[in-house]
């Protein structure tokens, strides 16, 4: 029975598992056009729901009148707070343990809020009656700016919690305030600081920007009143706990929920959280007895859904006169809009921000956090990045450049002074955080090989030494920026959201006659885990990933799961799946004993067969095996071959990499170009590099769009700006540079096969390489720092003030 | 995103279309390739009742050349005016300037005739065709008219242009063989209007400017004849100083709104680095 065979590395080959760049299953729909978003559902009798949205960003409701709205043919139902009080679902909890206003009471609290829900026929009909709810207003002076937040003489926005002197993270200093949330030791950073021969301080603003996924946030509820059961479509980054958080807030017990998310257009944190519309397409939904859709349009999606950043950092960097690193501290303002909607792990009320001492051996650091309440949409998102972190790589990326230019020493110099050397690993930081592993001299010095650094340094000496003469107009920057990320949350014993911790799985069947499908709490939003689980499964099962089905999204079928942002899905349900495949595996080689008569131990395994220690021609492939284990009566072993496997993540993981950009800035109008931009990046063991270099096409992408013109911004009256592709940036193939991608291997000591994840880091680093190389532009000239977006007018600003522009 | 309701008319001739406007009057607009308008009507800043699509007009359609003089009829779109050979090597300045507009998308949908009669002081042409010294054919109620770019526009979406009447055409005298031309033109983006943008078209002879014409868009509530900067340029060789003194010419005119491009200053002074390099690229170009 056993004919010739193909070599192992031929049939591993075949396998497409680790380290194949097969191609993603799911582009085959997506490019025909044959992707199934929310928009594209349609179910019988579906009605549209649409929102009245405050005008203001602070005003007092005084009477809403919906008569006209509902004397207009096709409206079924116009939904206000007095509809839902009853209901007990006026608020709805968040994420981060306050609530926020389904629907608006008494005031408005940020221009874009939910006011009244129109429920129609058709979306024609509800985009047309929602002009005709009359909403009276008294308008309140509007808290923008969120240092102000903090002064006594603030308007105090939250008048529903504004007796609350505890909050969900700790006392509350005034009405306004959210939480204060500390790290490392203050006491041992002051010394530190006082004794250092140089300190640098600076202000850093990461502006509020938003993630604007190109498929906008919404929803199809559908009550189905004969079996009581709520089953809601939605544009869900974690549908498992939107089916949980649903249920306590509705009553309906779990499982009478069923959440699906189906394919998603992207998410980038935007998705993370339950906004009103949820809601009130689910009361509408149990109010008519009909399937009802809600769906943002853009401006909807850019004002009133999660924003992210809107960190103002005050930092102080200290150092020896040579340039050794010793202290570090941060006090940062952080402005979370009207309600605190982040999306961040309990206990970590500014994410994983104390991750701000970087790829750095700091021997003192302290941070202080006080986070604020203003008139603006609530978010505070984790916009491609894990929680906070590419706020904290910024800010440690800015401060380095900004101490280098104190001490004249160059930027990558300074870096690799104060690395965490490669011994160190595991290396506990001054905030406390466990860095599993890394190689940052090898990756910094591949990547300043690969631009040939000192040859640009050369030529930007000769570039600002022919600007002097006044032969050229444009000057050129170099950008190094070195990044850890902190991703893969997290391990349950301090890792939850809303109590729930945040482990993640993966639930393997094998078909009889050896294929196989396999189930994951996650979501995928266009990573392609549809094709990168199949290829873990592939090499740890020994089928190849092409007779691998991988399903996620449906909470009535797919195992619990936190779901997919903070690049959790590999290192959290990528080792669930390398689990639940070695349990397949276990019980694979107990039937291999039985069937070729020889004990477990004396079985090897080899690509997709077990195969009996010293005689290599007697073997049983993982398909005979699939087969065996449907038709065969094996004593002491229960039929089928199924495992499920819960991973709870003993750490989080620490991808790392080196970027290096260059820009020309022409300083008479402010454009600037790129004109390189090499990214290195290490994210442990690569699955499948032809994804990796897509995902850190598009996260350098979205780190240009935040770098160079990302912004919404607040006039003083509350009024969003920018808040439509006309303003907010968006960059196509045009504005986008060419993007040269590179890699070192430093695999995760603690992840089953070794992979740390990577779709964010290209965010992470590419927002600070990007700000630098701009930065660096004019270090010459006595500038410290500058901030983002770093657009034409900024730019040419920042050139004025240094006097270039005559 | 979504718009009110209205009804929609598809006339087949200019006399029809201009019977429909009469009949709904100030309830009526015209739509063409709809890329101004409908944005508008989506945000509801325009609400219509009745939308008369003149797309359907043949006599609208099309560029020829009439007694010495280039006509481009209102439904030509961006695209097919960078596609003409004739404009391309009669009156280059109209491809350069198209190429700049949006993207190839927009650029399908959307006409010259749109573009030049809608009065957004963000668009491209107008200011090219005040350069060029373009007329408009106009036709309405009571008969046919022409009006000259450069007396065309009023303020920002208000132009000479009167209630029932339609910009059929477009003429344009080809400025001489070997003329120089320049459109620079600033933006933050594919899409974008302006920061600041310049259209220059001048003559050399022997070395001198003989003649030039100037024009600005969306650094003022219209764009902009710089009369006083194309005069600063003729009798010179367009020297350091003439250039510099159209620049001081051109940035006197301008009045640009602070906006997310940039507070004013900075679009003003944008203003003068376009005009100063759209002389520099006409320069260049002219051959005689």
Same mark, same amino acid.
């Given at each position: 029975m056993n004919e010739q065979t193909p070599t192992p590395s031929e049939r591993a080959e075949k396998l497409q598992g680790?380290?194949?760049? *097969?191609?993603?299953?799911?582009?085959?729909?997506?490019?025909?056009?044959?992707?199934?978003?929310?928009?594209?559902?349609?179910?019988?009798?579906?009605?549209?729901?649409?929102?009245?949205?405050?005008?203001?960003?602070? #005003? *007092?409701?005084?009477?809403?009148?919906?008569?006209?709205?509902?004397?207009?043919?096709?409206?079924? #139902?116009?939904?206000?707070?007095?509809?839902?009080?009853?209901?007990?679902?006026?608020?709805?909890?968040?994420?981060?343990?306050?609530?926020? #206003?389904?629907? +608006?009471?008494?005031?408005?609290?940020?221009?874009?809020?939910?006011?009244?829900?129109?429920? +129609?026929?058709d979306r024609y009909i509800a985009a047309d009656a929602v002009e005709l709810v009359e909403v009276e207003y008294q308008e309140l002076p509007a808290l923008v700016d969120p240092f102000k937040a903090m002064e006594p003489e603030a308007p105090v926005l939250r008048e529903d919690i504004k007796d609350k002197t505890e909050g969900a993270h700790g006392p509350r200093k005034n009405p306004n305030h959210?939480?204060?949330?500390?790290?490392?030791?203050?006491?041992?950073?002051?010394? #530190?600081?006082?004794?250092?021969?140089?300190? +640098?301080?600076?202000?850093?603003?990461?502006?509020? @920007?938003?993630? @604007?996924?190109?498929?906008?946030?919404? @929803?199809?509820?559908?009550?189905?009143?004969?079996?009581?059961?709520?089953?809601?479509?939605?544009t869900f980054q974690a549908p498992h706990a939107v089916r949980t958080v649903a249920s306590l807030i509705t009553n309906i017990p779990e499982h009478k929920i069923r959440i699906v998310s189906p394919d998603i257009g992207g998410g980038f944190g935007n998705k993370v959280g339950v906004y009103p519309g949820y809601i009130c397409a689910i009361v509408a939904s149990i109010v008519t007895g009909a399937p009802v859709k809600w769906i943002e349009d853009r401006i909807e999606n850019l004002s009133a859904t999660a924003f992210a950043r809107d960190y103002h950092m005050k930092g102080e960097i200290g150092a020896t006169r040579d340039g050794k690193i010793t202290a570090l501290r941060c006090y940062a303002i952080a402005d979370h809009g009207a309600f605190d909607a982040c999306a961040d792990p309990t206990k970590f009320p500014a994410g994983f921000f104390s991750i701000f001492t970087g790829s750095y051996d700091i021997p003192a650091a302290f941070l202080s956090v006080d986070g604020v309440y203003t008139n603006k949409a609530p978010g505070g998102v984790a916009y491609r990045c894990s929680f906070r972190v590419t706020e904290a790589s910024y800010f440690i990326e800015r401060m380095i450049d900004v101490l280098a230019r104190e001490l004249n020493m160059d930027p990558a110099e300074l870096r690799m002074k104060n690395f965490i050397k490669k011994e160190q690993f595991p290396y506990t930081s001054a905030t406390g955080w466990e860095y599993d592993s890394g190689d940052y001299q090898t990756a910094m010095d591949k990547a300043l090989q690969a631009v040939d650094y000192t040859g640009l340094r050369t030529e930007q000496k000769a570039n600002r030494e022919a600007f002097e003469r006044g032969e050229t107009r444009k000057l050129m920057g170099v950008g190094v920026a070195f990044f850890t990320e902190i991703v893969g949350a997290g391990p349950v014993k301090n890792c939850d959201i809303l109590g729930l911790g945040m482990f993640d799985s993966c639930e393997i069947r094998i078909h009889p006659t050896g294929s196989a499908i396999a189930r994951l709490g996650t979501i995928s939003q266009g990573q392609g885990h549809a094709t990168t689980f199949a290829q873990i499964l592939a090499s740890e099962i020994g089928i190849a990933a092409e007779n691998i089905t991988v399903e996620e999204g449906d909470t009535d079928t797919a195992p619990y799961g936190l779901g997919t942002y903070g690049s959790r899905s590999t290192p959290v349900a990528g080792a669930a799946a390398a689990m639940a495949g070695r349990k397949i595996r276990a019980k694979a080689q107990m039937i291999a004993a039985y069937l070729l008569e020889v004990h477990d131990n004396d079985l090897e395994w080899e690509v997709d067969r077990f195969v009996v220690k010293g005689a290599p021609e007697r073997f049983k492939t993982m398909t005979e095996l699939a087969f065996a284990a449907y038709n065969q009566a094996i004593p002491g072993i229960e039929p089928g071959l199924e495992a499920v496997s819960y991973y709870d993540p003993p750490n989080m993981t620490y991808p790392f990499g080196a970027y290096i950009c260059v820009v020309d800035i022409d300083v008479d109008t402010g454009v600037t170009e790129i004109r390189r931009f090499y990214a290195l990046d290490d994210c442990g063991t690569r699955i499948n590099p032809m994804i990796i270099e897509g995902q850190v096409h598009g996260g350098l992408t979205e780190a240009l769009a935040i770098a160079m013109g990302q912004e919404i911004t607040y006039d003083e009256l509350g009024n969003v700006q920018g808040a439509s592709l006309l303003d907010y940036f968006m960059p196509t193939a045009v504005e986008t540079p060419h993007w040269e991608t590179d890699s070192t291997v430093t695999p995760s000591p603690h992840h089953p096969i070794g992979a740390k994840g990577v779709g964010e880091s290209p965010n992470v680093g590419g927002v600070s390489a990007i700000s630098n190389a701009v930065n660096d532009a004019f270090a010459h000239l006595g500038l410290k720092h500058t901030a983002m977006p770093h657009d034409h007018w900024r730019v040419w600003k920042t050139a004025q003030k240094l006097g270039l522009t005559g | 995103m979504i718009p009110g309701q209205f009804d929609y008319h598809r006339p087949a001739s200019v006399s029809q279309a201009i019977g429909l406007l009469a009949e709904f009057g100030e309830n009526a607009r015209i739509v063409a390739g709809g890329h101004s308008l409908i944005p508008m009507m989506k945000l509801r800043m325009a609400t219509p009742d009745h939308l008369v699509d003149i797309q359907d007009i043949p006599e609208?359609?099309? =560029?020829?050349?009439?007694?010495?003089?280039? =006509? /481009?009829?209102?439904? =030509?779109?961006?695209?097919?005016? /960078?596609?003409?050979?004739?404009?391309?090597?009669?009156? $280059?300045?109209?491809?350069?300037?198209?190429?700049?507009?949006?993207?190839?998308? =927009?650029? !399908?949908?959307?006409?010259?005739?749109? !573009?030049?009669? !809608?009065?957004? &002081?963000?668009?491209?042409? &107008?200011?090219?065709?005040?350069?060029?010294?373009?007329?408009?054919? /106009?036709?309405? $109620?009571?008969?046919?008219?022409?009006?000259?770019?450069?007396?065309?526009?009023?303020?920002?979406?208000?132009?000479?242009?009167?209630?029932?009447? /339609?910009?059929?055409?477009?003429?344009?005298?080809? $400025?001489?063989?070997g003329h120089g031309y320049a459109y620079q033109k600033q933006k933050r983006k594919i899409g974008d209007y302006a920061t600041a943008a310049a259209a220059v078209i001048l003559e050399m002879s022997v070395g001198t400017c003989s003649s030039a014409s100037l024009a600005l868009t969306n650094v003022g509530d219209t764009p902009l004849y710089a009369a006083a900067a194309s005069q600063a340029l003729v009798g010179t060789a367009l020297d350091e100083t003439a250039i510099g003194n159209a620049v001081a010419a051109a940035k006197d005119i301008t009045d640009p709104a602070a906006d997310s491009r940039g507070p004013k200053d900075f679009r003003t002074y944008v203003a003068g680095v376009m005009v100063k390099r759209a002389i520099e690229t006409a320069r260049s170009r002219a051959t005689a």
């Open positions: 680790l380290g194949s760049s *097969r191609k993603r299953v799911e582009d085959a729909r997506f490019t025909q056009g044959k992707g199934n978003y929310i928009d594209d559902m349609k179910l019988p009798g579906m009605l549209f729901g649409d929102f009245v949205r405050s005008i203001y960003g602070h #005003a *007092r409701i005084t009477s809403i009148n919906k008569e006209a709205a509902l004397a207009l043919p096709g409206v079924l #139902a116009v939904i206000t707070v007095e509809d839902l009080k009853p209901l007990k679902l006026d608020y709805m909890p968040t994420l981060a343990g306050d609530v926020q #206003a389904v629907l +608006a009471g008494d005031k408005v609290l940020f221009q874009g809020q939910e006011v009244a829900f129109v429920v +129609a026929e959210i939480f204060t949330w500390e790290a490392g030791d203050a006491e041992a950073t002051e010394t #530190a600081l006082d004794q250092a021969e140089v300190v +640098a301080k600076e202000l850093i603003s990461y502006q509020r @920007c938003h993630p @604007c996924p190109l498929e906008t946030c919404g @929803c199809v509820a559908s009550m189905d009143k004969v079996n009581g059961k709520l089953t809601v479509w939605g | 609208l359609k099309g =560029v020829r050349e009439d007694a010495g003089a280039l =006509v /481009i009829g209102a439904l =030509v779109t961006q695209t097919e005016l /960078i596609a003409s050979e004739l404009l391309a090597e009669k009156c $280059p300045i109209l491809r350069e300037t198209a190429l700049q507009i949006a993207d190839p998308q =927009v650029r !399908n949908a959307g006409t010259i005739g749109g !573009n030049v009669a !809608n009065g957004d &002081p963000g668009n491209d042409m &107008p200011a090219v065709m005040q350069a060029l010294a373009a007329t408009y054919d /106009i036709a309405g $109620p009571n008969g046919a008219r022409q009006v000259a770019a450069r007396d065309f526009y009023e303020a920002a979406f208000l132009t000479a242009l009167k209630d029932g009447e /339609i910009l059929t055409s477009i003429r344009i005298a080809a $400025p001489a063989a």
